[in-house]
């Protein structure tokens, strides 16, 4: 697979890369253990170089050390620290003596002498940015660390971040129905050479045609929350879905592959971290590398997006109160 530059930061990875999160938390059953390694190691063997877990996914990091410990030099291993005593329910945490503790215990859980990448979760109004980034700071000078990150933080912390350390990343949602960055984000990130990591860029499963108004999701699965997944949500979202559908049949792809190749096709420092439990979903997601869509394409394609409003709110009003401070 090609490799993208994440801005200015030096840190090559692969085109696409593996959202681990839901291998253990968030969206229903974690995936029986041996078959979520097999999965990660799959990814490996296609070309996968960046992986994304954290602190506050269960046991997903040791699950991402098992999995990776056989490709140690051969991969790029992402993960956050941010919430109190690791649990995204328990309210913020990036005091300073806290990150250093979710540092060395992430050392540990992913088997690695360094974090190749690490975010902070979630911006901590009751610490200053300058305070996380003077400590991640350290942690690099330390050699535990080898590049920061920021996640669904808002133009002000990125900026003030990054004049104490360089932001190698930012992580955000971002994908065809969830737009909000290209307002002030993509232009900040481009004139600072962050790159940009999306998660869910296939709408948390959504653009894959997969969900209907009719799916039924566990008890567990956090999309049970999620405004935009209503029943009455994704009956009117699924526009875009036959939207998707009728372009991948022209490009001889699927709705996945047309939604990622969309986000690849907007800056050449974007990396989608798409995540799954299936093997054949994940060769789907991978092959989405090679489909190029044209100028002539996109404009269309954009235009048609634009003609179908999205309904529902991307997260319940607490969670939203957690982002782009």
């Not at 104490?164 to 129905?177: D, G, H, K």
């Not at 984000?185 to 940009?196: A, D, Q, R, T, Y």
């Not at 929350?225 to 949500?233: I, K, L, N, Q, Y």
């Not at 989405?288 to 404009?299: F, G, N």
Request: proline share 6%.
């Amino acid at each position: 697979m090609e490799q993208r530059e994440l801005g200015r930061s030096g840190l090559r990875v692969s085109t696409i890369g593996f959202g681990c999160m839901g291998l253990s938390y968030g969206y229903g059953p974690a995936a029986e253990r041996q078959s979520a390694i097999r999965v990660i190691q799959a990814a490996v063997e296609q070309g996968v170089t960046l992986f994304d877990t954290a602190e506050a996914y269960g046991p997903n990091e040791e699950l991402v050390g098992e999995a990776l410990a056989p490709f140690r030099d051969q991969v790029v291993i992402a993960t956050k620290f941010g919430f109190r005593n690791g649990d995204a329910h328990a309210g913020l945490d990036s005091r300073p003596e806290r990150i250093r503790e979710v540092a060395e215990q992430s050392l540990k859980r992913l088997r690695r002498e360094r974090i190749d990448l690490l975010y902070q979760h979630r911006p901590d109004p009751n610490v200053p940015i300058e305070d996380v980034a003077g400590t991640v700071q350290e942690l690099i000078r330390e050699g535990k660390v080898k590049h920061f990150g920021l996640s669904e933080a808002g133009p002000e912390t990125i900026r003030r971040a990054h004049a104490v350390q360089p932001v190698a990343a930012l992580q955000s949602e971002y994908s065809m129905w969830w737009r909000e960055p290209e307002a002030e984000i993509l232009p900040l990130l481009e004139e600072l050479g962050i790159g940009f990591i999306p998660f869910s860029p296939l709408g948390k499963g959504f653009l894959t045609g997969a969900i209907s108004e009719s799916t039924q999701f566990d008890a567990s699965d956090f999309r049970n929350t999620v405004p935009r997944f209503t029943p009455e949500a994704r009956k009117a979202n699924t526009a875009l879905v036959e939207l998707l559908a009728k372009i991948a049949a022209g490009k001889r792809a699927t709705a996945a592959q047309v939604a990622l190749a969309w986000l690849l096709a907007q800056k050449p420092w974007i990396v989608p971290i798409p995540g799954t439990t299936k093997l054949h979903r994940l060769e789907e997601n991978v092959s989405a590398a090679a489909v190029r869509l044209t100028a002539d394409e996109l404009r269309e394609v954009n235009e048609a997006i634009a003609l179908i409003p999205v309904q529902g709110d991307r997260y319940s009003a607490d969670r939203q109160k957690l982002v782009g401070r």
